[in-house]
């Protein structure tokens, strides 16, 4: 039969090279599934709170799916520069998030946001970093539409352990302690953006230390 | 107006926006694992799918006719070539094999080639009776509903069941007439 010749088949998905992840399909295709998705989980809750949980662990799926994809990919790049100081707080923002483009919000549905699809990609724990992630809408002056932030909390213990870690390190003192701590760090932060830039899911602009103050000021 | 050309597959593919398919597969591999935790039987699940599926198709078509140009198709045969080198190369961009048509030229099966939804998929034993794809013939099905066409779906081939392709089967139960006076425009 026509074309058939061209399919291989593997007896076992993990002996199928992986693809280099360049394949695209359009983007109607994505948002049509994504509509599809929201409807279907909206009929399956009573609150706000709850879809939106719900398209977090959809997200947390992909998210832990993609994370090891890219880790089978490449090595965890060393691309982001070494920060100064550790906040617990970390924020990426994005004028329409890709998720958000044809959605809009009815108005009894309140602050719900998409986004927590999102947010729940960039869950660490698969990485063995418990943090907390949330999207959220901020209204932008003269525009029309919000921007969507995502932001990343770690829990605290990450820092705890980062401390000794850092501790450990010094009374060692191996030189190069504080900067592995630090580069560490901030490969988580990275990782993230990797895998929500992996996805296509936003072209992040702005990756920035924030509190929690500064956020809601 | 004057007639606009139809425009190939690829044409539209090309100039559309686009996503990355690995996050498409897994959002996709995401909703057919809350539809397991939630429904439970694997049945459920493929109707669940393909309601999804004809949700779609009932919203696509649209997209569909505005980018393609397309015209009235002259039979079913042609329809399904559109379907298959238009219809799936303008959304996911692969196309799919039109064949087996039945001597009636009312049946045939679309054969895929490659599959975007079934990256890194593999069926536990307690799935086996899923078509994982399911939710592919329910956007056909309400697609097609939408330009009067009733037809029935079904899956021949799956090859996360073991079989070498993915084939879908395409029956034409009847045309509905259309019951507003319409005119293609000119």
Redesign the interface.
């Known amino acids: 039969?026509?074309?058939?010749g061209?399919?291989k088949?593997y007896s076992?998905?993990l002996e199928k090279p992986l693809?280099r992840?360049k394949?695209?399909?359009?983007?109607?295709?994505?948002a049509?599934?994504?509509s599809?998705?929201v409807?279907?989980?909206q009929t399956?809750v009573d609150n706000i709170a709850e879809l939106e949980r719900?398209l977090e662990?959809?997200?947390y799926?992909?998210g832990a799916?993609?994370l090891e994809?890219l880790c089978h990919r490449e090595k965890v790049a060393d691309s982001l520069e070494k920060g100064t100081e550790h906040e617990d707080e970390y924020m990426i923002s994005e004028k329409e998030l890709?998720v958000n483009k044809f959605i809009s919000i009815p108005k009894d549905m309140g602050t719900f946001n998409c986004g927590a699809?999102v947010a729940g990609i960039g869950v660490l724990d698969s990485a063995g970093f418990p943090a907390v992630v949330t999207a959220h809408f901020v209204p932008v002056e003269g525009q029309l539409r919000p921007r969507t932030t995502i932001l990343i909390k770690f829990a605290e213990e990450v820092f705890i352990t980062f401390h000794n870690l850092f501790i450990t390190q010094r009374y060692n003192s191996m030189d190069f302690g504080s900067l592995w701590v630090d580069v560490r760090f901030l490969d988580f932060v990275s990782m993230i953006m990797k895998s929500l830039l992996?996805?296509?899911?936003g072209g992040f602009s702005v990756l920035a230390h924030f509190s929690y103050e500064e956020m809601s000021s | 107006m004057p007639a606009v050309a139809p425009r190939s597959g690829e044409a539209i593919f090309a100039s559309a926006e686009h996503v990355n398919a690995e996050l498409f597969t897994l959002t996709y591999g995401a909703i057919v694992r809350q539809l397991l935790t939630d429904l439970e039987e694997v049945d459920e699940v493929n109707k669940q799918l393909d309601q999804m599926g004809y949700n779609i198709g009932v919203r696509l078509i649209d997209e569909f006719l505005a980018k393609s140009n397309v015209s009235r198709c002259v039979d079913f045969k042609e329809t399904a070539e559109v379907i298959a080198k238009v219809g799936f190369k303008m959304f996911l961009g692969v196309t799919a094999t039109v064949t087996n048509w039945d001597a009636e030229g009312t049946t045939c099966s679309l054969v895929l080639e490659d599959n975007p939804l079934v990256d890194f998929v593999e069926l536990p034993d307690m799935c086996q009776g899923l078509h994982y794809c399911s939710i592919l013939s329910g956007v056909i099905k309400g697609a097609l509903e939408m330009v009067s066409m009733k037809t029935e779906i079904t899956w021949i081939r799956d090859m996360l069941l073991g079989d070498d392709a993915y084939e879908l089967q395409v029956k034409l139960l009847k045309q509905v007439p259309e019951e507003y006076p319409y005119k293609d425009d000119e």
């Open positions: 039969m026509i074309g058939v061209k399919i088949q076992n998905v693809s992840g394949q695209e399909v359009s983007l109607s295709a994505f049509f599934l994504f599809e998705m409807q279907y989980n399956q719900r662990d959809a997200g799926a992909v799916r993609v994809l890709l699809f992996a996805l296509g899911v």
